[in-house]
């Protein structure tokens, strides 16, 4: 069996007592009692104080503002902040509508539907449409949440066949991962619709489209099939929906003119109250760099100004109340100054993240007066329909049944676009200084700076050397637990090692540490941010979270453009300044990187390599892998950069490095498989061809012990 990195703790090796080993305090913050409760995330809270004095900016810019003009102004770069963080949309192709089935009920009928947002990108809807209405009615876009049967789900029919009982004609659809939009089986993805959208959501994110572009396109196209239906009065659209739904009618609200009113429910807050509660959430509620635009939820309020918006809250909702009011005040702010002061509105009630009588009654009476529809606001008792009965397609799976794309296959098609696009550009004259300026934008990365901060922090012995405990400051602010294995004699070598098991794994006996100690060289081994006593660092309880990796700690750093990469990056080279500063002159050094931090290493390396020699072992091949496994690991994704590919991928980071020492052993791919020999050559055939003197080796289909042996001959 080959070389796995992450099943070598539960191995024992000859040498030293096991027992010798387990009784060792491996641990530098049990120490410092200061520092030990928080330690898990302090990456989260340095990325928190990043995005306060980012909103900091934001509200300083705001509260200045007091007239029409003004406001006028605002909007307008707030639709290019949006445009940015969104994306580019796609042409407008055509919709290609299809009705597969109508149903006739007790006062309406509804038509099930679906249409092509993209081409062969089927959105599955249906059409609820009154028998007693004007003719030319108003028509409400309703935007479901994160259930798995979309907008087929109890809460939503209730809204749902109210509205169409008060005369206004429904258009419900299907968000992509949702109702017969589902991408996954039960048994590749247990984690919901809230996995569904981050799943994908991550390799969209790394080919630099946010996936909330898909999710508003999808809206947007909503509008376009409404207005080709002539029950329709184009003058009086309106957009409504609940948690995820409240995110989509809140972003396409806000970006499309047509719609006259909006009603988003169970999502408007704040990010700092966010930031301060549950943290961000799943992959669509976050924008390309937003919080490093400056962008805010009460954005989206206020660049419809003066078009009526309510807010719809509840007190005890995972979105913050405080910051629904706060978001509130603000956008009423915009409103007076264009002399529409009751058209933004508030209604909240106390309740949990559900729908309540009192806020449904208030969304019926604002939608009945400002989209000129007058009536009962009372909530009526209605008859549900069944998931099968507003089934769409044969079995309830669009994407089967219509053989149509996917949000993985529609980013599939982009990554390798952008990767032609890459080749076609690149600059191999000057590969390595390009590169260097490129992973400094895309990844938010800033050279550290600062005194250096070093706690010693004790000493321990095993045979042969001594391993002593430090804290350094990293970049972020805080404090970096290393351990520094000393052999009683040294041999002029030094290496820093990371592993993504964290460093108590990493020092285990018969590890390479561990043999690399004995053998006489130094070894210094780190916990990086998000690993070991540094922990994961997210919220407990927030969305995103597979297979225990925090994708919505990942989303924070894209949040605000400072990615979990670029801080290792630069705790890296701190480290590495740590040991030219402490350890013994001349002494040469290495780097050498196990799992998933070979990509840190590989961009820290790029940027300002201090290391004579490098090794990474088991390797992820490319960020290109991530985005065409559709079954990839995520743990994968807290070491990739978001918006990377639009302008490099880790083999272009192996090719600038190739006239180094590097040796990479055993590359895998991002579904964990290591690739053969013909492959990695194939990958890596640039990098190869622009070796000069010992430069490049790439080696696979090692087994444990022979990775050892090559890894150690290398560095010594």
């Known amino acids: 069996m080959k070389y796995n990195i992450r099943i070598l703790a539960n191995c024992c090796f000859l040498g030293l007592s096991n027992n010798l080993f387990a009784q060792e305090d491996l641990s530098v913050y049990g120490y410092w009692k200061y520092h030990q409760p928080a330690a898990s995330q302090l990456f989260y809270k340095s990325l928190s104080e990043r995005a306060f004095g980012q909103l900091g900016k934001r509200e300083t810019a705001v509260s200045s503002l007091t007239t029409k003009a003004q406001w006028r102004k605002r909007q307008a770069d707030v639709r290019a902040k949006l445009a940015r963080a969104v994306g580019p949309f796609p042409e407008k192709t055509p919709l290609n509508p299809v009705i597969t089935g109508t149903l006739k009920k007790d ?162 807050t704040t990010f700092d109250k966010l930031i301060r509660s549950n943290g961000p959430q799943d992959a669509e509620q976050n924008l390309m760099f937003g919080l490093e635009e400056g962008i805010d939820m009460a954005d989206f309020l206020e660049v419809r100004a003066p078009k009526p918006t309510l807010i719809v809250a509840t007190t005890r909702d995972i979105f913050a109340i405080q910051g629904a009011r706060d978001s509130y005040n603000e956008a009423k702010r915009a409103y007076e100054a264009f002399g529409k002061a009751g058209q933004i509105q508030m209604t909240e009630d106390d309740a949990g993240h559900a729908s309540t009588a009192r806020n449904r009654e208030a969304s019926y009476a604002f939608f009945q007066k400002y989209l000129d529809n007058p009536g009962s606001p009372s909530d009526l008792e209605v008859q549900l329909l069944t998931d099968e009965e507003l089934h769409v397609t044969p079995g309830g799976r669009a994407i089967a049944a219509l053989k149509g794309e996917s949000m993985f296959s529609l980013n599939e098609k982009r990554a390798k676009a952008l990767a032609t696009k890459r080749s076609a550009v690149r600059s191999a004259a000057d590969l390595s200084a390009e590169l260097k300026k490129k992973i400094m934008a895309v990844s938010g990365f800033t050279k550290p700076a600062g005194k250096m901060d070093v706690i010693f ?80 660092g997210f919220i407990s309880g927030g969305d995103s979270v597979i297979e225990g990796v925090p994708l919505n700690l990942w989303f924070f750093g894209m949040l605000t453009h400072k990615s979990l990469v670029a801080t290792r990056a630069e705790e890296i080279m701190v480290l590495a300044e740590f040991i030219r500063k402490n350890g013994t002159a001349g002494t040469v050094l290495t780097g050498v990187a196990a799992g998933t931090l070979t990509s840190d290493l590989l961009h820290a390396a790029v940027i300002q390599n201090p290391f004579s020699k490098l090794v990474l072992l088991q390797p992820l091949v490319s960020y290109q892998s991530i985005v065409e496994e559709r079954l990839y690991k995520p743990g994968f994704a807290l070491s990739a950069v978001p918006g990377a590919l639009t302008e490099y991928d880790l083999p272009d980071l192996v090719e600038a490095l190739s006239s180094k020492d590097l040796l990479v052993i055993n590359p895998v791919t991002a579904a964990g498989k290591e690739v053969d020999q013909k492959q990695a050559d194939s990958i890596y055939q640039r990098a190869l061809k622009q070796k000069q003197g010992v430069g490049l080796s790439v080696r696979c289909g090692l087994q444990y012990e022979e990775l050892l042996e090559s890894a150690m001959l290398w560095i010594k």
């Open 107 to 268: 006062g309406f009928s509804v038509e099930k539907l679906y249409f092509e947002s993209r081409p062969c990108y089927h959105v599955t809807a249906a059409m609820f449409l009154p028998d007693s209405r004007q003719e030319k009615a108003p028509a409400i876009i309703f935007c479901s949440g994160h259930s798995e049967n979309g907008f087929r789900s109890e809460a939503y029919q209730r809204l749902i066949l109210n509205y169409v009982k008060k005369g206004f004609i429904v258009l419900a659809f299907d968000p992509i991962g949702q109702g017969e939009r589902i991408q996954y089986q039960p048994d590749e993805l247990k984690e919901g619709a809230t996995g569904e959208h981050s799943y994908a959501g991550v390799q969209s994110f790394i080919s630099g489209l946010p996936p909330a572009n898909y999710f508003i396109w999808d809206g947007i196209r909503s509008v376009d099939y409404l207005l080709t239906r002539k029950e329709v009065d184009p003058a009086r659209i309106g957009i409504a929906g609940r948690s995820g739904g409240g995110t989509q009618s809140a972003y396409i609200a806000a970006m499309d003119d047509r719609i006259a009113a909006a009603a988003p429910e169970c999502y408007i």
């Open 457 to 536: 922090s004790g000493r321990l012995h095993r045979p042969g050397y001594a391993m002593e405990k430090y804290l350094v400051k990293g970049s972020s602010g805080y404090h970096l637990p290393v351990l520094w294995l000393k052999p009683a004699k040294s041999i002029g070598k030094t290496v820093l090692l990371l592993d993504d098991q964290g460093k108590a794994q990493a020092v285990q006996q018969g590890k390479l540490a561990d043999r690399l100690a004995r053998q006489g060289c130094e070894v210094v081994v780190p916990d990086l941010s998000g690993i070991g006593e540094l922990g994961s």
